[in-house]
């Protein structure tokens, strides 16, 4: 009987966590977003296209004429490319031979670089020219993979990890052509010298210098919105309380600051953070039964990664967090978060009503009472770009 008490707290929280997705899903659809898309032909169309924060490479888009208007599905067929004015980023509609080469495979031999499959997605224009441009693709795994469009001709620049086994061990290959293949394709122009990282940002300087454009003056004119890192500093305001052997804190104002770090692109929505958390005025009395009575500060150190969930002004967060008493007042708490956000600047959030640590303690309990709290983030690359 104690062994289906104790798993059913975690079946609960399965059930919380499943409720917290399905509530998202009215969240999910992205923003339209001023647009225009540009016909085979050559016609352009102004209007709005919803962008979802693409993990994979799209292979249509929704399009609508005007705001709130009717949406369509637009393909190759209707769209060459496309233009987000407020990302400033243009997709262009390309055939690409897809690579089935599998990181969780092991190899005897080492796979094939020829493509045996073909796919046409728009690719992300990371960088264009006179001379060439540079594209990315990404794949069902959300990795990145570069072509490069010089003369007419797509060619991709191969950088594939794979294990292989030999001697009757497995070992982690790299294939990095793109080494070798970049200096090579654009060896009609200025030495650029070897070739760095696989990464747009990399190969992009490497392609603008064959172009001769300026990379600086080209950065100069700012990043697209959620395409860089960014961090962010905050400050949370709320109440919490805590119950467990020997410790009984009731309802109490928490206050605390801290930095949250947003994953740039594709991952603009996973964030990192950091918070330094103390109730002041707390009576030792009340939490411990401790005589005679003093005032203490409770303080707690936590680090945490979460998640938000779909690209509009309104999104739903779900995280995980390990909470350390500075203080050891109380256990530690290793649990999640969840929470709703206004353009992820002022959020209201909900934590430490579940705490993992019950797998290696019994004096407390897997739910318990938790912190409410709300939190406001300042954006300290805008504040930092503004003094420039």
Request: hydrophobic share 35%; glycine share 10%; with cysteine.
């Amino acid at each position: 009987m104690s062994s289906v008490l104790r798993r059913k707290p975690y079946c609960l929280f399965i059930g919380v966590l499943v409720a917290v997705m399905a509530v998202s899903r009215g969240f999910g659809q992205g923003k339209m977003l001023e647009s225009y898309i540009v016909s085979p032909e050559g016609d352009t169309t102004r209007g709005f296209i919803r962008y979802d924060g693409w993990g994979t490479s799209p292979m249509t888009v929704d399009f609508a004429r005007e705001k709130g208007g009717i949406v369509e599905k637009v393909g190759p067929d209707a769209a060459a490319q496309f233009y987000i004015a407020p990302l400033n980023e243009r997709y262009v509609s390309k055939r690409i031979g897809i690579l089935n080469i599998d990181l969780s495979k092991t190899y005897e031999q080492a796979p094939s670089l020829e493509a045996k499959d073909s796919v046409t997605v728009y690719l992300r224009q990371i960088t264009s020219g006179p001379k060439a441009t540079l594209l990315e693709y990404l794949d069902l795994a959300e990795q990145s993979h570069f072509f490069l469009k010089k003369g007419g001709k797509l060619k991709e620049l191969y950088n594939y990890p794979f294990y292989r086994l030999s001697g009757g061990k497995k070992y982690l290959i790299q294939y990095d052509e793109y080494v070798r293949q970049l200096p090579v394709l654009l060896a009609d122009g200025a030495d650029n010298g070897p070739v760095r990282g696989y990464s747009a940002r990399e190969l992009g300087r490497y392609v603008d210098r064959y172009n001769g454009v300026n990379t600086s003056e080209k950065q100069s004119k700012g990043a697209a919105a959620e395409s860089e890192m960014e961090i962010d500093a905050y400050a949370m305001g709320g109440i919490e309380a805590w119950e467990e052997t020997d410790v009984n804190l009731g309802t109490t104002p928490t206050f605390g600051v801290g930095l949250r770090i947003n994953l740039p692109r594709r991952f603009h929505n996973r964030y990192f953070k950091i918070l330094f958390a103390t109730m002041p005025g707390v009576s030792v009395s009340k939490v411990y039964n401790y005589i005679p009575d003093e005032k203490i500060s409770l303080n707690t150190l936590e680090v945490g990664a979460g998640t938000y969930i779909g690209s509009g002004d309104f999104r739903p967060n779900i995280g995980i967090e390990y909470s350390f008493p500075m203080d050891s007042w109380r256990t530690f708490i290793l649990g999640p978060h969840i929470g709703i956000s206004f353009r992820r600047q002022l959020s209201l959030e909900v934590s430490h009503f579940a705490n993992l640590s019950t797998l290696v303690s019994d004096e407390v309990t897997f739910f318990n009472r938790p912190r409410i709290s709300l939190n406001y983030y300042l954006n300290l690359n805008k504040f930092f770009k503004s003094r420039k």
